[in-house]
Nanobody, 117 residues
Framework: QVQLVESGGGLVQPGGSLRLSCAAS????????IRWYRQGPGKERELVAA???????SYPHSVKGRFTISRNTAKNTVFLQMNNLKPEDTAVYYC???????????WGQGTQVTISS
């Protein structure tokens, strides 16, 4: 079992920045990927960033160059640095962990990000 707790959401003006955190606990050694997803009002959940156990990262075009995923392995925490935020980035942001072998999926409770002037 893996437990994930997100934090760092809030209200930011367009053009601003936020850093989200995802703290993992439990069977963290079983994690192969950590991903950040978001779900905006009336929208489907979409992937915004991923980092592998080996440290490789990937982003969709919509956030590439603005969002950066990183990790502090010692603290079992993954971060999502979000810069130049736009109103369309408004969403609940979720942390997801995928384990090796069985490919079990674990989710955090989500953190609200609102971009508005």
């Amino acid at each position: 079992q893996v437990q994930l707790v997100e934090s760092g959401g809030g209200l930011v003006q367009p053009g601003g920045s936020l850093r989200l955190s995802c703290a993992a606990s439990g069977s963290v050694d079983s994690i192969d990927y950590i991903r950040w997803y978001r779900q905006g009002p009336g929208k489907e959940r979409e992937l915004v960033a991923a980092i592998s156990n080996g440290g490789s990262t990937s982003y969709p075009h919509s956030v590439k160059g603005r969002f950066t995923i990183s990790r502090n392995t010692a603290k079992n925490t993954v971060f999502l640095q979000m810069n130049n935020l736009k109103p369309e980035d408004t969403a609940v942001y979720y942390c997801n962990a995928e384990t090796r072998i069985l490919r079990n999926q674990y989710w955090g409770q989500g953190t609200q990000v609102t971009i508005s002037s």
